[in-house]
């Protein structure tokens, strides 16, 4: 079983400030997604990242998938309170694989 | 509605009693996924369908778990005799495609919101 490790677990900033979480494993995934669920809902995809050192960008929210296509990380610029929400990161194990292995997630509070 | 819907969105039942919940899956995805989200834990797989095939069944946690999904459509998760281990958020989600022959990628799932099962 592939596991995917999430750090932190928790993280309260306040509003303004950067911030990285990181989505790391042992195995090597074909692609790696990052999900954000606020609460009563469910997860709602980001991003995709399918090649090792790839870089994405959405407005303030940057991805970066590894050069070895084991971890992953999402740094997030000048945090707003409407960026508070649970990040999980899943990851595709092959390409023949139809099932996301999740992460248990970071949970993240802007405070005003 | 154009997103995907389960029901009910919160039950309680009694240990040992069955509960059935249902996803409608977004019209036309092909690949319709069940996973469990427990308090502080992850996502964890249940099962897929491509159609109304479920190639893998192996994440289901025990056999008085089943699910069913008919006319490559609406899915039905079934809990035998529940257990209060069994409480969670149990969220269905689909994709256009899963995983498909010409796709070397699993494509967006789209989330339900999620049904709230809780036993006593």
């Known amino acids: 079983t592939q596991l995917l490790e999430q750090s932190p677990q928790f993280l309260s900033i306040q509003e303004g400030e950067n911030l990285t979480v990181y989505c790391n494993s042992s195995?090597?995934?074909?692609?790696l997604q990052w999900y954000r669920q606020e609460p009563g809902e469910g997860p709602v995809l980001l991003v995709t990242v399918v090649t090792g050192g790839e870089v994405k960008k959405l407005k303030r929210l940057t991805f970066q998938f590894g050069d070895a296509r084991k971890d992953s990380s999402l740094h997030i610029t000048a945090a707003q309170p409407g960026d508070t929400g649970l990040y999980l990161c899943a990851g595709q194990s092959g390409a023949g694989s139809y099932q996301l292995t999740f992460g248990k997630g970071t949970k993240l509070s802007v405070i005003p | 509605g154009a997103g995907v819907s389960q029901s009910p969105s919160n039950k309680v039942t009694e240990k040992g009693k069955d509960v059935e919940l249902r996803c409608d899956p977004i019209?036309?995805?092909?690949?319709l996924y069940w996973y469990r989200q427990s308090l502080g834990q992850g996502l964890e797989f249940l099962i897929y369908?491509?159609?109304?095939?479920?190639?893998?069944k192996s994440g289901l946690p025990s056999d008085r778990f089943s699910a069913e999904r008919t006319g490559g459509s609406v899915s039905t998760l079934t809990i035998q005799r529940t257990q209060q281990e069994d409480s969670a958020v149990y969220l269905c989600?689909?994709?256009?495609?899963?995983?498909?022959?010409?796709?070397?990628?699993?494509?967006?799932?789209?989330f339900g919101e999620g049904s709230r099962l809780t036993v006593l």
């Open positions: 195995s090597v995934f074909s692609s």
């Open positions: 989600a689909s994709s256009l495609a899963g995983l498909a022959g010409h796709s070397r990628r699993t494509g967006e799932l789209f």
């Open positions: 019209s036309g995805h092909t690949a």
């Open positions: 369908f491509q159609g109304n095939s479920a190639p893998d």
